[in-house]
């Protein structure tokens, strides 16, 4: 009976999959990658290819840095200079837990995964709004619970979209904290006599034996990802999963993945890219971009509440078709809204 009640008790896990075209005007696809802000994954295969153009190479290959900056107060995130430095608009969104946020004095709101006895709370605050109004009984009050009441500190992995032609300012304004500079890592490959599931764009749930459906592709790019032995051998006691049917055998796949902290900016490039990739014919009937999020990150989408200690994962997948149609694949775990 216990282990039941375990099993019963096992995080839920959301995927929602939609399908359109990115040549309809309502199309969400820009909207849904801008909008999720901390990735720190992102993989994309080409079946039928070989090699990567020189335009993709280099795309892939210059991605901005990003930083990492050791027991970095919380008051340096809402300094006059750092905001005018470094944002154009958005929140700084604090998840504590029930003895921090009282130490802190701030005004939150309990967090809306914590059941019956409230453990976790939000502290959502407007940097813009802080730094337009410096006199204010608000910004005060914020900076002496971060400088006096509880002087918080934390390692920090900071990225930033830098519109400008100037270096980096990043290494230089956090110069007198523990600051370190990491590139992007890139892991390319060729996979060869590939398995790949047959797909229709216009299927979502795929037609027996002529298309499968979006959950398989799904569950085999994971398993492609992770590179898992896809043959289901007999004597294989690791794996026994194989690609779903009706398959196709692709004698080359390009898999190229970036890890690291990448920005939704990098992200919409690469779709950008993708999206363009049949306008010269293709071999190839689609090519999929993927995105995973950091697990302890704050948020999934926009303001989204986002849990990670029942697992963590929010992540996104496009399918992306030569008819210019795509499907989208929007997953998370517990404690975490539907996405949107």
């Given amino acids: 009976m216990a282990t039941l009640r375990r099993l019963r008790e096992a995080p839920r896990h959301l995927l929602v999959c939609e399908k359109s075209n990115f040549g309809n005007h309502k199309s969400r696809h820009r909207h849904l990658v801008q909008t999720h802000y901390y990735n720190y994954r992102v993989s994309f295969l080409i079946p039928e290819c070989g090699i990567l153009s020189e335009e993709l ?17 919380l008051h340096e995130l809402i300094t006059p200079e750092f905001i005018s430095t470094f944002i154009k608009k958005g929140k700084l969104i604090l998840s504590l837990d029930k003895d921090t946020y009282e130490e802190t004095g701030l005004q939150g709101h309990p967090s809306q995964f914590s059941g019956r006895k409230i453990m976790k709370f939000i502290v959502s605050i407007d940097l813009m709004e802080l730094s337009l109004n ?35 300012t990043m290494m230089s ?50 398993a492609v ?16 999963y194989c690609c779903p049917e009706p398959s196709t055998v692709v004698a080359k796949a390009y898999l190229c993945t970036i890890t690291g902290f990448i920005l939704p900016e990098k992200i919409c490039l690469l779709l950008e890219y993708l999206c363009h990739y049949f306008d010269e014919p293709k071999l190839a009937p689609w090519v999929t971009l993927s995105v995973q999020g950091f697990a302890d990150s704050p948020v999934s989408w926009e303001k989204n509440e986002h849990g990670f200690r029942k697992g963590g994962e929010h992540l996104y997948n496009f399918v992306i078709f030569n008819n210019q149609d795509y499907w989208l694949q929007m997953a998370v775990g517990a404690n975490d809204h539907c996405p949107p």
């Fill in 225 to 240: 990802f992770s590179n898992v032995d896809l043959n289901n051998e007999p004597n294989n006691f690791i794996s026994t």
């Fill in 57 to 73: 190479k280099n795309l892939v290959m210059n991605t901005a840095p990003y930083y990492f900056v050791k027991n970095l107060p």
């Fill in 173 to 222: 304004y956090f110069s007198k904290y523990q600051i370190q500079e990491h590139q992007p890592k890139v892991a390319l490959s060729t996979l060869r006599d590939l398995q790949c599931p047959v797909l229709q764009s216009s299927e979502l749930e795929g037609t027996p034996e002529v298309s499968c459906r979006a959950l398989e592709l799904f569950d085999w790019l994971g």
């Fill in 134 to 168: 410096l006199d204010s009984k608000k910004y005060e009050r914020v900076s002496w619970s971060f400088k006096e009441k509880k002087p918080l500190k934390f390692d920090f992995l900071l990225a930033w979209h830098n519109t400008g032609s100037e270096e980096s």
